[in-house]
């Protein structure tokens, strides 16, 4: 099992992996290029589901400076029935004003037509630098040449088109239970968007009636537990279609699982990003104070850094914990209660953990290190 | 004036510099070195008012993970009247259990006996690395040796002896009004302490009846408005002694422009730290917001990185506001909302603008910039 890869992600029982190319049955995607991205890379993406009764859900960046493909697509966020989703990589479409929001929402209409579907039925989502104006005529000429490559096997040419400074491209087909599931994401990149921008798109032929419960689930115990550098991109999407063709649910733990391991392997890929760690937090007072203690440990420099330079500084946990709890009474928590052994072992995912003997509530998050190569793409991005 | 060099700190009118050698008078201060810190350094202070009323105010951090020599003070910040302070450097008597508070217990108590006070009237302060038991023999031998070097001109030596990684000691000695003000600081140099540990005396012979007050309003306008990494220390302490002989109440804005200026010394003097910046925040609806939205800013890595790097990346200061009101409603932005051009300038101190443009109140934060040296010296540091 290639896809499956991290310790913390169980693979479901029985779980098949198929081409990545192939997309789940009655699904189409294609890439083409347009110009936002050097190199002639594809930079517009299409996928689009052939069924009329399409069950989706779709999550959005809560980021107040939200970019206007955002804006374009809250109104349809409760709405269901996304039939297709429209991307460009290059261009965040962020801060650009109302004609950014009319290019978004030309996007969408362009692949309406292009898709034989209505405009509220297509998802827009971009990836790129902020504050550019899109070039949106060559955007527009782009998604026609797009939905020129439309295919069932377009599952790697939608993957390539959305990806911006990722190392590696984020995908799967999998087969589990009747049904086929697959994703393609795109993760923490920061030199080009600027931003940890997240994109992910799921396609199923399961049944999935209550999509928007299934997803927000499976994003709260993935993507929402992910940190690079504690900032919340202003594109951030989610979207999961599903078909309901095979007439068989998702198996249990599929899509969780699925959205586990790209959430982990965004983390991999963060900007500079060498390792991977985990830091758990236990017996904490309430279920708020552990995500607040573990969400400050993931994103302290100084544990970032520890974990960079495989440092077992128990030392940097304590006093992250402490500052996340100011002011509350605290147990001196000593090594004892600190497990940061694998900060500085050997391995690429480190597993940390804390007690807290506060409580009985847990909580975890996954994090990137701090390395020379963060500091060389974000400072030297523009010089 | 080369104490007062910052372009954000005005220097009350009519203050004059003197060595800051020469403490305020009716103070004592000296230092000696028990092996804490190498090269023959020395690494415990004493300083020490002579006038038995003395009127005091001590600040500590509010870390849950406090350092033992916070959890001794504690008790005694309400309680005025300290009359010394005893400071070790090279060890943080932090995390060390039961053992490290009967070993800051010991230090105060040795240091109230070498000068003839009680107890309660000595403060203790600790600074450098967590988790190491403290050799405390050594210290309260150095104490007594540092008993022995108490002198009127013994400023230099107290600040030199409460240094840890700091690249040039915070120091002054004031006079303005018909009072003189010393004051010795030491800042966030985070290899050996693993934290950004900030100390700060200040002695005066000014007559301060509500030292409290006066040094809450103070800190809250310069060390509490400062970030390196948005971590908050074990040890942070601010003790101000005022021995009333000059009978004259101290010169409007005297202490506030000495915190400032020695708050922003400690900001320059981050790990690794290059540039300074400061984000005003303005039009937020409620202070709190504007609180929030500043310190977003100011602990943002893209921002801190773009300021290394002289980027003037508007659009990371939107990204990082937007994320501070995640949820909320905001206008878009733009450039025209956001003074980033400093970002990129050839200054060292860096003046940020953001306009939300949701309301009256505003916020600031000085912070430092995130480079190649604040990971080699977080990284590299037991390794």
């Given amino acids: 099992m290639s896809f499956f890869r991290s310790r913390w992600v169980d693979a479901p029982d029985g779980v098949e992996e198929l081409d990545p190319n192939q997309l789940a049955p009655g699904f189409r995607a294609g890439g083409a290029h347009c110009g936002l991205k050097g190199g002639g890379r594809t930079d517009v993406g299409l996928v689009v589901c052939d069924a009329e009764e399409v069950s989706s859900a779709l999550l959005l960046t809560r980021n107040a400076s939200a970019a206007a493909p955002i804006r374009v697509c809250r109104e349809r966020c409760d709405a269901g029935g996304i039939r297709a989703a429209?991307?460009?990589s290059g261009n965040a479409n962020a801060e650009t004003g109302e004609q950014g929001f009319?290019?978004?929402?030309?996007?969408s209409?362009?692949?309406?037509?292009?898709?034989?579907l209505e405009q509220p039925q297509v998802a827009v989502a971009e990836t790129g630098t902020i504050g550019v104006p899109l070039p949106v005529d060559a955007v527009l000429v782009g998604i026609a040449e797009?939905?020129?490559?439309l295919a069932p096997d377009g599952g790697s040419a939608f993957s390539d088109a959305i990806l911006t400074t990722d190392r590696w491209p984020k995908r799967c087909t999998l087969r589990a239970g009747g049904v086929t599931l697959s994703a393609q994401a795109k993760g923490a990149g920061m030199i080009e968007p600027n931003m940890a921008t997240m994109l992910c798109f799921v396609q199923t032929d399961a049944v999935v009636e209550d999509a928007d419960v299934r997803l927000h689930a499976a994003v709260d115990a993935s993507f929402n537990r992910i940190t690079v550098d504690g900032q919340m991109s202003t594109n951030d999407t989610v979207l999961l279609q599903a078909s309901g063709a095979s007439g068989q649910p998702l198996p249990a733990g599929l899509l969780e699982a699925v959205l586990m391991q790209l959430a982990i392997e965004i983390v991999r890929d963060g900007e500079g990003a060498v390792r991977t760690g985990r830091i758990e937090v236990t017996e904490a007072?309430?279920?708020?104070?552990a995500e607040r203690v573990a969400r400050a440990i993931a994103n302290s420099p100084l544990v970032k850094?520890?974990?960079f330079g495989r440092d077992p500084n128990w030392g940097r946990i304590a006093q992250a914990a402490g500052a996340a709890l100011a002011g509350e009474d605290l147990n001196e928590l000593g090594a004892e209660n600190i497990d940061a052994e694998e900060l500085g072992a050997e391995v690429e995912e480190a597993e940390i953990g804390l007690r807290l003997g506060r409580g009985e509530?847990?909580?975890?998050?996954w994090f990137s290190d701090l390395g020379y190569e963060y500091v060389k793409l974000n400072a030297e991005y523009t010089t």
């Fill in 86 to 88: 429209v991307v460009n």
């Fill in 102 to 107: 009319a290019d978004a929402l030309a996007m």
């Fill in 109 to 116: 209409t362009v692949a309406a037509k292009q898709l034989g």
């Fill in 146 to 149: 797009a939905a020129k490559t």
């Fill in 285 to 289: 007072a309430t279920q708020a104070e």
């Fill in 305 to 307: 850094t520890a974990l």
């Fill in 361 to 365: 509530h847990s909580a975890h998050v």
